[in-house]
């Protein structure tokens, strides 16, 4: 028994379109706080490092140099989810021209945060859809601390990416 990386995928996908359908409803509460004073002060902010940090490791898979920022404001919904899904394609492509043992295959990459890691990209892929996944959750927490209802169903159990 496995969990593939396509299901996984599918379900992040189905996340975001419920969350882009969402923030187009609500477009005030990109400006709803998360951290204040600290690195995320919005969800807007939060959302802007979701779709970066998956830019930057697709990047770091390619062998490029990665973004500093998106050059987003993170204030406007369309536009950011507009350059996740971009990255987003890119990264599914990549998955799917990836060679079995390419994939694990481990190869040394650069974060700011701590240095040099060595990761397989199977690794660092799985790794991009399991920090979204995260997030979101935090985004649905601060968006339910501000006294609003995010989309619902957002487990797994409730998905159709997998049976």
């Not at 509460?29 to 807007?44: C, L």
């Not at 930057?56 to 973004?67: A, I, V």
């Not at 990549?94 to 701590?114: K, Y």
Request: aromatic share 12%; charged share 25%.
């Amino acid at each position: 028994m496995h969990f593939d990386f396509n299901e996984f995928v599918r379900y992040t996908n189905e996340e975001r379109e419920k969350w882009r359908a969402w923030f187009l409803a609500h477009p005030d509460a990109m400006a709803v706080e998360v951290q204040p004073g600290e690195r995320f002060t919005t969800v807007g902010a939060l959302i802007d490092h979701i779709f970066l940090v998956e830019r930057r490791h697709f990047q770091r898979l390619t062998g490029t140099k990665p973004d500093e920022r998106t050059g987003l404001s993170g204030h406007h919904a369309p536009p950011l989810f507009d350059y996740g899904a971009s990255v987003r394609r890119e990264l599914e492509q990549f998955a799917s021209d990836l060679d079995v043992d390419q994939a694990d295959e481990p190869r040394t990459v650069t974060v700011q945060s701590g240095g040099e890691f060595r990761i397989t990209p199977r690794k660092l892929l799985f790794h991009c859809l399991l920090h979204e996944t995260r997030h979101w959750a935090q985004v649905a927490l601060a968006l339910r601390r501000a006294g609003m209802a995010p989309p619902g169903n957002h487990d797994l159990f409730y998905s159709r990416a997998m049976r």
